[in-house]
């Protein structure tokens, strides 16, 4: 029952820490001064880091921090 608790626990940090490297991402990409490069690189640093968390879950990643960071990229770059 205490290790079950532990691992819960552990897995509970782990997303803390992914929530927040993700929100902090989504803020970086709205105001800072970046150029699409450097936003580019980013989202890639972040992938990096949620894939450092959670292995084997990058499509995961892609289905829903990707989109996201796509969507904050084509406002404020303006792609198509």
């Known amino acids: 029952m205490k290790q079950d ?3 819960v626990a552990a897995e ?3 997303l803390r820490r992914l929530r927040f490297a993700m ?3 989504a803020a ?3 105001q800072a001064e970046l150029t699409l490069d450097e936003a580019r690189e980013v989202v890639a640093h972040a992938k990096t880091t949620a894939l450092e968390l959670f292995p ?3 499509e995961t990643f892609d ?3 990707g ?3 796509r969507r904050i ?3 404020r770059y303006r792609l198509t």
Do not use: N, W
């Open 5 to 7: 608790s532990e691992a």
């Open 12 to 14: 509970e940090i782990k």
């Open 23 to 25: 929100d902090l991402t």
């Open 28 to 30: 970086l990409l709205r």
């Open 56 to 58: 084997d879950k990058g």
């Open 63 to 65: 289905l829903i921090y």
């Open 67 to 69: 989109s996201r960071f």
């Open 73 to 75: 990229l084509v406002e």
